[in-house]
């Protein structure tokens, strides 16, 4: 999903700029050719009456070209699908795709962090399952013998990640919610014309609090889409479905963290993972 997001954005931002561009420059190359045409009428004007002759053929520097007059007719052509004020749909899917990058980022940040805190889990694994006098030794030898405090910068990269991810996950989700609610979409499409602004130059975000996914406009101006009613009723996820899905993931079940373990303690299963 966010690569084909990233390929939208990249192919959409490309296309309305290009629309208005090939128009500028196609009429550029008409207009240089008429304002050098009327030049030429204008001194052919002054110059045959009085006894002047200008350089023979110079009349075809000014002639407009076949290619010219095809360029000019598809550039308006193509104005037929311009956005002039961008398109509320691939505006909402473009920001989903840059909060599921940053959301990415975080999960890299907790992914490391996680394999650090690995030790509490084996500490704690070691020391449920040791029932006799040597089991407990054991665990004492383990945890004297290695150094196994847990650091604080760790612990607050672990807390800090899992904030981000949740907020970039939970943005992503607004936007991509709102995204495909067509009536949505066509009230931020009438709220950028109504502002005079295109979506290019404006700002998303989403409150959870007031539970609205927002545009801010240059102008100053903002329009709002709650999603609270029943049209989103099937965003909201309760605690203990977001946890069920969890413990099915495959990030949860990947084994990642023990390999991570593994390498950093044991400089074993590093493959992939340095």
């Known amino acids: 999903m966010k690569m084909k997001i990233a390929a939208a ?33 204008g001194a052919a004007i002054e110059n045959g009456p009085n006894g002047y002759i200008s350089s023979p053929g110079l009349s075809a520097s000014a002639q407009i070209s076949n290619e010219q007059v095809n360029a000019y007719n598809n550039a308006l052509a193509a104005m037929a699908s311009y956005a002039p004020y961008g398109d509320a749909q691939t505006f909402l899917e473009t920001q989903a795709g840059n909060e ?37 030794a054991a665990v004492q030898n ?16 672990y807390n800090q990640s899992l904030t981000e991810i949740e907020t970039h ?24 014309e109504n502002n005079n602004s295109n979506f290019e130059t404006a700002t998303l975000t989403y409150d959870s609090n007031q539970q609205w996914v927002k545009v801010s406009w240059m102008t100053g101006s903002a329009t709002a889409v709650y999603v609270n009613g029943t049209n989103f009723d099937s965003l909201y996820v309760s605690e203990n479905d977001i ?11 990947s084994g990642y963290h023990q390999d991570g373990y593994n390498c950093m303690v044991n400089e074993s299963n590093c493959e992939g993972l340095r």
Request: net charge negative.
């Open 169 to 192: 996950s939970n943005n992503a989700g607004a936007y991509l919610g709102v995204a495909a609610n067509k009536e949505s979409t066509e009230f931020l499409q009438q709220g950028a």
């Open 243 to 253: 946890l069920a899905l969890g413990a099915q993931s495959e990030y949860y079940n």
């Open 142 to 157: 383990f945890t004297v013998t290695n150094d196994l405090q847990v650091n604080q910068d760790t612990v607050d990269t």
């Open 100 to 136: 599921l990058d940053l959301m990415q980022d975080a999960v890299d940040s907790f992914t490391g962090a996680v394999v650090e805190l690995t030790t509490v889990v084996q500490v704690n694994d070691m020391a449920k399952e040791a029932q006799t006098p040597d089991d407990k």
């Open 9 to 41: 954005l990249l192919l959409t931002g490309s296309v309305q700029a290009s629309e208005i561009d090939d128009l500028i420059s196609t009429s550029n190359s008409l207009v240089a050719q008429i304002d050098r045409g009327r030049m030429l009428v």
